[in-house]
């Protein structure tokens, strides 16, 4: 990946974040710098935006991004709780 874009969601959430818990998340970026198809790709509304699931201690996290052009689109990342329509409405 040359370039690293990340939303103000992404942001909020990291920032809002215990500091292990940043650890991990860019752990999980390097992973998926490193190996891009990782996450799902998605159908319908967002056909073209990949999840990646991920856990940290008991809960499971998700983390949605996007690939374009050798640049790497975090969108967000959050419980399942409502994430999908948290990022359907980030999209829009």
Do not use: W
């Amino acid at each position: 990946m040359k370039k690293i874009i990340a939303s103000n969601l992404f942001l909020r959430f990291k920032k809002k974040s215990s500091v292990k818990l940043q650890l991990e998340i860019d752990k999980q970026v390097k992973n998926i710098c490193n190996n891009p198809k990782i996450g799902e790709l998605k159908k319908g509304d967002l056909k073209s935006v990949r999840v990646y699931k991920f856990t940290f201690g008991k809960q499971l996290l998700l983390f949605s991004y996007e690939i374009k052009n050798n640049t790497l689109f975090l969108y967000s990342i959050g419980s399942h709780e409502n994430f999908y329509k948290k990022l359907k409405q980030h999209l829009q």
